[in-house]
Structures are given as C-alpha cells and as structure tokens.
C-alpha cells in the first residue's frame, strides 16, 4: 500500500519534489509569528529563537510521521476522492462511531486554532503599528489591552474576500488558498534572507559562525528563487500584485505614523 502511493503518477523526482514545494512551505506558515508577541516574553533573545527552532523541527516530525502512516492505510484514490480525508482515516482506523466523535474534536480543534490565529494577526499588526510599519489606529486598544481596531479591520477584510473564494471542489479551493498563501509570504521570506547579510556585518560575526550564517541564507536565497519559477502564472501575478500594493501602503501612511526619518545624503 505505501509503495503504491508513494508515488501514484509516477511523476519523475524533480516534478514530484515540484509539486509538494507550495504544501511544504504551507506546512511552516505561522513560525514567525512567535516574534510577534516577544514582548510578552521573558529574554526574548533567546526564548523566542529557541521556540521558532523547536516548533520548526516538531512540525517537519509530525507531518513527515503522520503522512507516512497515512500512506500505509488506504489507497491514494480514496483520499482524494472524499472532500473529508481525515474522517475516511478515522474510519479506516476506528470505525464509524468513534470516526464522528473525532471528527467534532477536530472541528473544535479547527475553530481553537482559527480564533487562536485571528488573535495573532492582530497582534502583529498592533506590533507593526507600534514599529511605524502600519497606521497608528492599529496601535488603539481597550482597556483589556486588546487591539479592537485592528481584528475589526481584519474581520471586515477577511468576511469580504469569502465570496470571491471559488466553492465548487473543496480540494481546488484549498489549493488557491495554499499557493496565494504560501506566495506571499515567501515574499518577506526573501526579503529576510537578503537582509541576513546586512545583519551579519553589523553584529560583526567572524569565523565559523558567519560562515554557517551565510552560507544557509544563501541556501534559502537559491531555494526561495527556485520555488518563484515553479508558481503558476496567475498565483504569481496575484502575488505581485499585493506585493507592489503593500509597498505602496507603506510609503503612504508609515511615514505621517512616526517611523524614523531617512538621513540626510
């Protein structure tokens, strides 16, 4: 069973590594949101780079074991054909009964995880906000310290952008949304590992360390720019779109917002 869905379409190594790159990086979306609440930490320095490593090396466990054994219990065909494979797994592995009781846990746990979301993306906008990198109305707060502006603002975005999500077949739809999530954010990815260089100077690494530093935001910089040519033509003029539009936002407001002042050439 998993010698025939390893592979099902036979696909060559380079299309089939192809093909599983945008769901790879899908995979580690949200890693960096740990940075966006290390105010909240104690010794974020280390605390927050130790976490983003761990969360990093526990995802590629769970998911490289639990796809593993997902590939030895049913035929590939079945999977795709159901709008709802964990629930055929449950099934295959509990029976009916149970199957249902899980698949309410794992809608609860879906929910959990979608408030739980909300509530970091706003707090990465009121911490933009706070950086000069967003309008200073994401910054307001209530009295519980919530940034009620920005998850109103955020809700209103995110109810409007429903309709437009195509809901004909439940896989084409996650999809779209897997690559034009994945596509924009691998824009700041890039932008991250350029600027790696920068840093690396001006903490004055030497040796070794800078080496090792230099040599993995290369890495990425080549991995990065190799997933970029593999995107369908429309995700990428999606993706650039929204890219040009975020910097135009940003010359127009973060600049009335307070961010520090270009020096004079």
Do not use: H
């Amino acid at each position: 069973m998993f010698a025939q869905n390893w592979n099902p379409r036979d696909l060559p190594v380079l299309s089939a590594v192809t093909a599983t790159a945008p769901m790879m990086f899908w995979a580690f979306l949200g890693l960096e949101s740990a940075c966006a609440n290390d105010d909240s930490v104690d010794n974020p320095e280390k605390s927050v780079p130790k976490a983003v490593l761990a969360a990093t090396i526990a995802v590629a466990v769970i998911y490289v074991v639990s796809t593993i054994l997902i590939a030895g219990l049913l035929p590939e065909s079945e999977l795709v054909d159901s709008g709802a494979p964990l629930f055929v797994i449950f099934v295959s592995l509990f029976g009916s009964t149970a199957s249902r009781i899980l698949a309410v846990l794992l809608f609860l746990a879906c929910v959990g995880s979608l408030v739980t979301w909300q509530f970091t993306m706003y707090r990465v906008f009121m911490t933009s906000a706070r950086l000069g990198y967003f309008p200073a109305l994401f910054k307001r707060v209530g009295r519980t310290d919530v940034p009620y502006m920005g998850l109103f603002i955020l809700c209103i975005i995110q109810t409007l952008l429903v309709p437009f999500m195509p809901v004909s077949n439940l896989f084409s739809q996650f999809d779209l949304l897997v690559d034009i999530s994945v596509i924009t954010n691998v824009f700041p990815y890039f932008l991250c590992m350029a600027a790696t260089f920068v840093v690396v100077r001006r903490a004055g690494l030497q040796g070794v360390k800078k080496v090792c530093v230099e040599a993995a935001a290369l890495g990425s910089l080549i991995f990065i720019g190799w997933y970029f040519s593999l995107m369908d033509g429309d995700v990428m003029k999606f993706a650039t779109i929204v890219f040009f539009l975020g910097i135009a936002f940003y010359g127009l407001f973060v600049a009335k917002d307070g961010s520090p002042e270009l020096p004079e050439q």
